[in-house]
């Protein structure tokens, strides 16, 4: 399946064309991008912009129009009037997602005032068009304030100005979007989410056209295209400033990797296991891994005594430990790096052992749990992590704890993978290096 882009170039890499392709192809279409305009900008602002000649447009369209079998057009950056001409004109009877590009996010204009005209004129009439909270004023004359405010600016869209369907996007506003289509309104919640915003428009569009290229109705495509733009905003790119798209490939990569770097380092555990035997806490012992991103992967039913040896209870899987989880994240929000961790049962021995070797130790008594962090439902542990590191005011290699009423006692050991944390383990049981 092919989606047809239309879009300028952002000199940055956050948004535009750029994001589209990105957008496209993780979304497992293949896009054939038409370059309508070059815009000099990076993540401070834009500089200026460039239209291209309305023939080179026309022919960049034509060319793939003439193989390739298009399922659906997204639209972007235009510039003026004779480039909206143009591409109104070559795209006439194809599904069209119109993202109306009318400024920059700090509001340097991005089409001349015959452009905005022509684009209400030629480009919007049949179209899916998706405008921002700025946007929908600039076109229908009227403010936006309120959801409310959103549906009136939608139905307009459509009703007057001959729009298949309106998408107004509520990010300016309280993060809600809001569809008019088919004489229905549809709301879709979303919530604020830490990360950089710069290009959000242009793949909401793209994701959509993409969605609905694949045969999704309407308002599923808008759901899931919100979605995938959250997505891409949490796991934003800190060097472009910008939105990452191919943050949903990112993060099946990474779950890949994850998973097998941590049930292969399972298995070379298991070659310890006569040694690691006695170091097996009576609730069992655990081995996590994080993604990047944050998702834990550990052993499901946790690692258990068997004879003289150990042996996992299941397999590796996605949210398998609880408590470890709520370990590790905790840890990773002061030290980012640290991605694995694995628990053992307390023992002085295991304690002095660990200090000899010139790891960091810390600890945290559970007997000076704030009685509102012991009420609240899995507080004590990350409670715990933050007061062992704080304590130190350095990265641990090692926190334990001397339990509590009920509660064992219990030594974690960090690393940065759990091949760093699997020679820790070594190290506290004296087993040779280069052996398992």
Not at 12 to 18: D, F, H, S
Not at 233 to 239: N, Q
Request: aromatic share 8%; net charge negative; with cysteine.
């Amino acid at each position: 399946m092919a989606v047809l882009i239309i879009a300028g170039l952002d000199t940055g890499g956050g948004a535009g064309i750029a994001a589209d392709i990105k957008t496209v192809s993780a979304l497992g279409l293949h896009p054939l991008p038409i370059l309508s305009a070059v815009t000099y900008q990076n993540p401070d602002g834009v500089r200026g912009y460039h239209v291209l000649p309305p023939e080179l447009i026309r022919g960049e369209i034509r060319a793939v129009k003439d193989f390739f079998e298009i399922e659906a057009v997204k639209i972007g950056m235009l510039g003026n009037g004779e480039a909206v001409r143009i591409v109104a004109e070559e795209t006439g009877g194809l599904l069209r997602v119109l993202d109306p590009v009318l400024a920059s996010s700090i509001g340097h204009p991005l089409i001349d005032l015959e452009g905005i005209e022509t684009l209400k004129d030629l480009l919007i009439p049949g179209s899916i068009v998706t405008p921002n909270v700025p946007e929908a004023e600039k076109l229908t004359g009227m403010k936006v304030s309120s959801v409310e405010g959103m549906k009136k600016a939608a139905r307009i869209l459509v009703e007057e100005f001959g729009a298949k369907a309106a998408v107004v996007n509520g990010g300016h506003l309280d993060y809600t979007d809001v569809l008019y289509w088919n004489g229905e309104f549809y709301e879709f919640r979303g919530e604020m989410i830490e990360g950089f915003t710069h290009g959000t428009g242009c793949a909401f569009s793209s994701a959509l056209a993409s969605l609905l290229a694949k045969g999704m109705e309407l308002p599923e495509a808008v759901e899931e295209a919100k979605r995938f733009v959250e997505t891409a905003i949490r796991f934003s790119s800190r060097e472009g400033k910008c939105i990452n798209p191919l943050a949903p490939l990112e993060i099946d990569v990474e779950r890949w990797r994850t998973y097998s770097g941590l049930k292969n380092e399972v298995k070379r555990l298991m070659k310890m296991g006569e040694l690691l035997n006695p170091l097996v806490p009576e609730v069992g012992t655990n081995f996590a891994y994080a993604t990047p991103q944050g998702e834990v992967f550990a052993v499901n039913g946790r690692i258990v005594r068997y004879g003289k040896t150990i042996k996992p209870v299941g397999p590796v899987e996605l949210n398998a430990s609880d408590h470890l989880k709520r370990a590790l994240l905790k840890f990773r929000e002061f030290y980012p790096e640290v991605r694995a961790v694995i628990n053992l049962r307390y023992s002085r021995e295991l304690i002095e052992r660990a200090e000899k070797l010139g790891l960091m130790v810390s600890f945290y008594d559970r007997r000076e749990e704030p009685g509102d962090v012991k009420a609240r439902e899995g507080g004590t542990i990350p409670w715990g992590i933050e007061t062992a590191i704080r304590r130190v005011g350095d990265r641990p290699d090692v926190i334990y704890h001397l339990g509590d009423w009920g509660k064992e006692p219990m030594v974690l050991i960090f690393g940065e993978n759990p091949l760093k944390v699997l020679e820790k383990v070594k190290g506290l049981l004296d087993v040779p290096r280069g052996q398992s």
